[in-house]
């Protein structure tokens, strides 16, 4: 009997995490709804960001992570989910490193997270972390896009620095409250 319940206990937790990174999928599904063009860069102004660093925070490395290869899946299945709604020509666009980097972003948020006390702090040092591994592919791949990597950091990394920053913050101040539905 209370082997019965422990498994069970089991198969509703698993499926609230596998629910819980769906969900997180949609977030970031959703958050491309809110996009805001800059006539200076191909890069547009998102709430991704904040969809990505929540998803490593509250779901964790792996759990984060796999929720945005589901997102990119979608993509690359031809739905248009992406900022511009391009579908699979989205991957190989100038963005493409963005969309790549929400999966190192959200791995790394939530790596460093779990390394790092569960501090306010801490996440917003873990949001960080993960902001600077989506720059990092981002920024790569514009390099390569538009041929020069001066371009790349003006064109996408300098124009979204406060932006971003507030959505770190943002997304430190209310990971717990998410974190505490996931356990709940």
């Not at 709604?85 to 779990?114: E, H, K, M, N």
């Not at 040092?125 to 896009?145: D, K, M, Q, R």
């Amino acid at each position: 009997m209370l082997l019965q319940s422990i498994a069970r206990q089991r198969k509703v937790r698993y499926f609230a995490y596998i629910g819980a990174v769906v969900l997180f999928t949609l977030f970031t599904i959703l958050s491309a709804r809110i996009t805001i063009p800059l006539p200076f860069t191909p890069v547009p102004v998102t709430m991704q960001v904040l969809a990505v660093l929540l998803a490593g925070l509250v779901l964790g490395a792996r759990g984060g992570a796999l929720s945005q290869l589901l997102y990119l899946a979608a993509i690359a299945g031809g739905l248009p989910v992406d900022a511009y709604g391009r579908g699979a020509a989205a991957l190989s666009g100038p963005t493409a490193g963005y969309l790549i980097g929400f999966v190192a972003g959200a791995f790394v948020t939530g790596w460093v997270a779990a390394q790092l006390s569960t501090s306010r702090t801490g996440r917003f040092i873990a949001a960080l972390a993960g902001l600077a591994a989506i720059y990092l592919c981002g920024v790569t791949w514009l390099a390569f896009v538009m041929g020069s990597l001066e371009a790349a950091v003006l064109g996408g990394l300098v124009p979204f620095l406060g932006v971003d920053l507030l959505k770190a913050f943002l997304a430190a101040s209310v990971a717990e409250g998410g974190r505490w539905l996931l356990r709940a």
